[in-house]
């Protein structure tokens, strides 16, 4: 088992065969095997069905799911040998009303981590990820022309330049600052206007060209807070399917408590205790609600509030 903090969306059990997935005929060979599955997608949302042990992901017949799709499937891996793919239903109409009436329902994404086993949420997210990528590069950026799906659709390839196109996983960094000044240590939240009311979360931003982890912490803070970091701690990351990126969850102490929303990316901060953090977390803080379980940022909170005493 790991020793490190395995997030939501993080964890998936396949292995991915990465060489094996090359063949074309391989590929082929493994959806046509009796005990292959697939899981299915609809505009991003996979198909949930009501386990008695709980929400559980739907897994179809691979045959039954070529019947169903046509061209919009990709190879995720093995489970201990048997093959496991996804397939995608397009079109406005909920697949649940027809092609897959009684199975299950769609659910957003979000929505799933939520109530799926960690695993089946790693696996859902890494299918959204991949067909989200796959629509955006129907093209090839070389040249323009049309790009064939390879390597069980975990790369495009373009016909006309033979140009090889991989998935691109976009670097974020996510940070809780810390102020350790002061009668007691805090946490700084922030809040940007489109978020539900009352909720507040973690600073975050991506990676820009030419920048390490820790300069685009230093940069991301002192560009939505006004504050200067003064030390990074890195605790874990997060891959995040919407549509793919890879959250890297800091700790970053800063050098004071002057802390200026800059109106742009937040619209208000608080500083937080660890007694009042543990509260957000909780649920019975007053005025401030914390980012969901499955998010990064909630898992950063109860990090650093667990670092500290109990009351």
């Known amino acids: 088992m790991p020793t490190w903090t395995v997030n ?7 292995d991915r065969a990465g060489e094996l997935r090359n063949d074309p005929d391989w590929i082929a ?8 599955v697939a899981l299915a997608l609809w505009e991003g949302r996979p198909l949930i069905e ?3 042990d709980g929400p559980r992901l739907v897994w179809l017949d691979m ?11 990709l190879f995720l891996g093995l489970w201990k040998g048997a093959p496991v793919f996804a397939v995608e239903f397009e079109g406005a109409q909920d697949p ?8 299950g329902v769609f659910h957003e994404m979000r929505e799933a981590a939520a109530i799926l086993p960690a695993t089946e949420a ?3 997210g890494t299918a959204k990820s991949l067909f989200d990528w796959r629509r955006r590069h129907g093209f090839c950026s ?3 022309q049309a790009t064939r799906s390879g390597s069980g659709g975990w790369k495009r390839v373009c016909e006309a330049c033979r140009t090889e196109h991989f998935p691109r996983v976009d670097p974020v960094t996510i940070m809780l600052p810390v102020y350790e000044g002061g009668d007691e240590p805090r946490c700084l939240l922030g809040r940007q206007a489109a978020w539900p009311p009352g909720r507040m979360s973690a600073l975050a931003g991506f990676l820009e060209p030419g920048e390490s982890i820790e300069e685009a912490c230093a940069r991301e803070v002192a560009e939505e807070a006004g504050l200067t970091v003064t030390a990074v701690r890195h605790h874990s990351s997060q891959p995040w399917p919407f549509p793919s990126q890879l959250m890297i969850g800091l700790i970053a102490s800063v050098s004071d408590d002057q802390a200026r929303p800059d109106q742009t990316e937040l619209e208000s901060v608080a500083w937080l205790t660890r007694a009042e953090a543990r509260a957000v977390l909780d649920g019975v803080h007053p005025a401030i609600k914390a980012p969901p379980p499955f998010a990064i940022a909630h898992t950063l909170i109860r990090a650093w509030v667990e670092e500290g005493p109990r009351d």
């Open 50 to 52: 009501a386990h008695i």
């Open 142 to 144: 070389a040249c323009g």
């Open 122 to 124: 790693a696996m859902a």
């Open 29 to 36: 060979e493994q959806k046509v095997r009796a005990d292959a």
């Open 96 to 103: 649940s009303d027809g092609a897959v009436r009684g199975l």
């Open 8 to 14: 939501s969306f993080a964890g998936n059990p396949l």
């Open 63 to 73: 045959s039954h799911a070529l019947k169903l799709v046509t061209d919009r499937d």
